[in-house]
């Protein structure tokens, strides 16, 4: 069965960098089947698409913080990694890692399959 | 940026049917995904690409799309499928994934 688990600090202080790691179980980061990535809700909104990363490093990052997000994979440590910069408290959220299915169909498809339980991030000074 | 519409709530007695519905000016291109997400617990997918269901979901899931309108349907609702559903797609450009605002679903 795959388990995905995050952790990281669940505080962050406002301008520095948000740091969440996602260790997975029961699958390798390092194949080629899936896509792994981050989707995050802020208390009182939807959920949100961070981004993807694919086991080569290929990475796809939503346009709206394109500049501030860094995904990245440890294939040794089976896990993968979240890095927002300059945060605010715009980014106080419930962080969820997953590992997303990746379709080629009338366009490129890729969707959350597995979810970690997520993890609670304030910025906050 | 786009933006996918959902009713904010929907209520259903015990073995009714709950309609969800979801629309989207993409939908007419794009295949629109469903999660459940229990309080508490993290998000289920329960249909994807439009109408398919995976294995473990109960037969009582369905789901289709007519235009603009992705709706999700659950024949004889049960008080397990209390819940938020969120519906997930993608813009015509294939690069702006979103997920609609929610729907809240009581059954009792």
């Known amino acids: 069965q795959v388990r995905l688990q995050e952790s990281g600090p669940g505080l962050v202080k406002p301008s520095e960098t948000l740091s969440l790691t996602c260790s997975v179980s029961?699958?390798?980061?390092?194949?080629?089947?899936?896509?792994w990535g981050w989707v995050r809700q802020p208390p009182g909104k939807t959920l949100e698409w961070i981004g993807t990363i694919y086991y080569n490093g290929n990475t796809n990052y939503n346009p709206s913080l394109n500049t501030r997000v860094t995904i990245s994979l440890d294939s040794s440590k089976n896990e993968f990694s979240l890095k927002v910069r300059s945060v605010s408290a715009a980014d106080t959220a419930l962080y969820y890692c997953a590992r997303f299915d990746f379709r080629r169909l009338n366009g490129d498809y890729y969707f959350m399959d597995v979810w970690g339980k997520g993890t609670t991030v304030a910025v906050s000074s | 940026s786009y933006e996918l519409t959902q009713t904010p709530s929907v209520s259903v007695s015990p073995g009714q049917t709950a309609r969800i519905t979801c629309s989207g000016d993409?939908?007419?291109?794009?295949?629109v995904y469903w999660y459940q997400r229990k309080s508490g617990q993290a998000p289920v997918l329960v249909m994807y690409e439009d109408n398919k269901r995976p294995s473990e979901i109960p037969e009582r899931f369905s789901a289709s799309t007519s235009g603009t309108l992705a709706t999700l349907t659950i024949r004889g609702a049960q008080e397990e499928d209390e819940a938020e559903y969120y519906c997930y797609s993608v813009d015509t450009s294939g690069y702006f994934w979103v997920f609609g605002g929610g729907t809240a679903l009581t059954v009792l």
């Open positions: 029961g699958d390798s980061v390092g194949s080629n089947s899936y896509y």
């Open positions: 993409a939908l007419t291109k794009r295949y």
